[in-house]
DNA sequence: TCTGGGTCTGATAACGTTCTCAACAGATCG
DNA sequence: CGATCTGTTGAGAACGTTATCAGACCCAGA
């Protein structure tokens, strides 16, 4: 109809502006426009004529002065550049958005300090909740005074020793119970584990004491460990720490410590890879060793990446349900976000094992 | 020392309850929090000893109500599961966070609808610039006005015909040529591109005269044919309307495309995909058509995916500098919210070939 | 002593919403 | 007819910060 009037600057109108141009006055506009209250008919009217007349947006920044909430949830990603995080990401983000929220990301990149920085920004931004991934060495003291002031949070995958926050993982020491059977029903007697943890951990995952895993903190490695060292308990079969290849994050680190289980003396006859990147390492050493998948060496990996099928020979793996893993956390935030009381919850999921072509009798 | 006061409630101290306990002004107490003005050295220690006794946390929802500004800046990514957003994703948030912004994310999953809501979403939190990766069929509409009120936008990756803002991307036809002239040069003659554009666009592909390519917007695939076409006709090879296969997006379209490819009466004897998930795709024909890679036929993909080197044959690859991508288009974001006057540009990288071994001269 | 120019300070006004409260009209009820 | 209720309205406070401005103080130079 008519353009807008020059006087005031487009997208900066306020209710104040919209009020004025509807003749009615800033509170029957504020009702009108934020849909509370009750306002007639009429004014209605009124009032949203004036607002698309003058392209009037609402400042989610004044509202949020007033409501004390901003309907953003704060994600703290371990590694952003890992697959797993974004599908997660993936399932976080349509719930959160379904629900209104929207969602404020941060990338420790695994360092402390990055995840130090990212959580206090997330607090002066007052975040009305958290889904963290809390990096191998993660700051318990501020995340758990955090929740203790009442800021709900929520664990993905990783958990923190001693922290009373709510979980949502994968039941890991399931997982690799699950997926070390499936090799010693094969027949598979000498099966290797490579993780991704740190080098810190390669004590306690060579102990001969499984209680020693628990002191590996962040613990989806440690507990996947603990399931692998069960089911080779419950068939009999001797705990051989080599077997155990604490081999770093990288594919590189994966693919030296395949080599290295290789050269053993008494080779192993199948591998698990505790992650993807890792699955792609021992692949590469396969590779580069001239050995034959599965004919001479088997291969289980964790998660399901999209190459997973399509390599040769495709990989037999534990997939995790990653995407729902992002939607019940977001889901579980979101419960509490709406005021519910809850007991604190550690939410698991089973992973699946998908067979396909990497697995076979041990050679001989 | 003392403990919290217990009539404070923890994690929500103002600056006047800092000010009160430090003995000085409400004015005094935030120049000396906020770090501007001039405040002498004994009441910034008062000040700061009162600050971290009550724990306080600067409200940066109170801060930007009145600096106007909110060091967010939104991102809109595509796809949020494809490999190339994430990383480009790590690039953003890496420079971002350097400059001291945080990043507003969201998935507008190639909806309309979804890009929309978003974009609502981010001007209503009051972002301070945006990094968009429009949809297939974007709001030219809305992004171009929020331009038009001065906020910043930089387009990562594909561009919107007729928009006048920044973009990053790679010399996509470069990329398309450079591809083709690698098969070219190797004898190759019968080659074949798989696009993941839409089915609407499969008209303007096939079309006889290569302008017609500037129809097909959002245009990276567009833009590598159009390069494809250029290397075919300066090598004097022509253009067969087959070739071009109009896939669709996900990996399965891909393994039919090629699929129906290889039963052409004259199939061709090279293949470009143009993007990893559609490689990942006609590595699955060749693997169910039994078609060895690359004696019968040649493969070039794009994006050097973390498995391209792992699987077999380890695929020769278009490889986009991804991170770099994203750190360009947050670098460009930064000048801008700076208050850098700055001409519109076209901030093009070269995409590089990498040799490996799924290219080898036509059979026969 | 007076003046000028710094440094430092505090009261108070913004910012754009929502919330609180009192007031009013009209309808309903006794 | 008065009392009570319901729906609607507007004035003004509130949120927690930064910006503005005027004044207090101190010291050097005239």
């Not at 969602?103 to 990055?114: G, I, K, P, T």
């Not at 959580?119 to 909740?129: P, S």
Request: hydrophobic share 45%.
């Amino acid at each position: 109809m008519t353009t807008r009037s020059p006087g005031i600057p487009i997208g900066d109108t306020t209710v104040a502006d919209v009020a004025r141009l509807a003749g009615v006055s800033v509170a029957t506009a504020a009702r009108a426009l934020g849909n509370y209250g009750s306002v007639s008919a009429r004014s209605r009217e009124l009032v949203s004529a004036a607002a698309s007349e003058l392209g009037y947006r609402p400042n989610m920044v004044a509202r949020s002065m007033i409501t004390k909430t901003t309907r953003t949830v704060g994600v703290i990603v371990g590694d952003i550049e890992n697959h797993f995080f974004l599908s997660a990401l993936r399932g976080i983000t349509d719930r959160l958005d379904a629900f209104g929220y929207d969602v404020l990301l941060a990338n420790s990149a695994e360092e402390l300090d990055r995840e130090q920085r990212a959580l206090q920004a997330m607090v002066e931004r007052r975040v009305d909740g958290l889904i963290v991934t809390p990096a191998q060495v993660s700051d318990r003291e501020l995340i758990s005074e955090l929740i203790h002031q009442g800021l709900p949070v929520v664990l993905l995958d990783r958990r923190i020793r001693g922290l009373r926050a709510d979980s949502v993982g994968i039941r890991n020491r399931e997982a690799g119970r699950i997926a070390t059977d499936y090799l010693l029903h094969r027949g598979h007697r000498r099966i290797a584990l490579i993780t991704g943890a740190g080098a810190e951990h390669r004590e306690a995952l060579h102990a001969e004491d499984p209680r020693e895993l628990k002191t590996v903190r962040a613990s989806t490695s440690g507990t996947r460990a603990s399931g692998y060292r069960q089911a080779l308990a419950a068939a009999g079969v001797p705990f051989v720490p080599d077997y155990i290849s604490v081999a770093g994050f990288r594919r590189e680190d994966a693919c030296l410590a395949t080599l290295e289980l290789l050269n053993l003396p008494a080779p192993p006859t199948a591998i698990v890879t505790l992650d993807s990147g890792l699955t792609l390492g021992a692949l590469q050493a396969f590779r580069q060793a001239g050995i034959r998948c599965p004919e001479e060496c088997s291969l289980i990996g964790f998660d399901d990446a999209e190459w997973a099928e399509v390599v040769s020979p495709p990989i037999t793996v534990m997939s995790q349900p990653v995407v729902q893993l992002g939607e019940r956390a977001a889901e579980r935030l979101v419960q509490r976000l709406n005021g519910e009381v809850l007991d604190v919850a550690a939410i698991r999921l089973s992973a699946t094992l998908i067979e396909r072509s990497s697995v076979a009798p041990p050679p001989g």
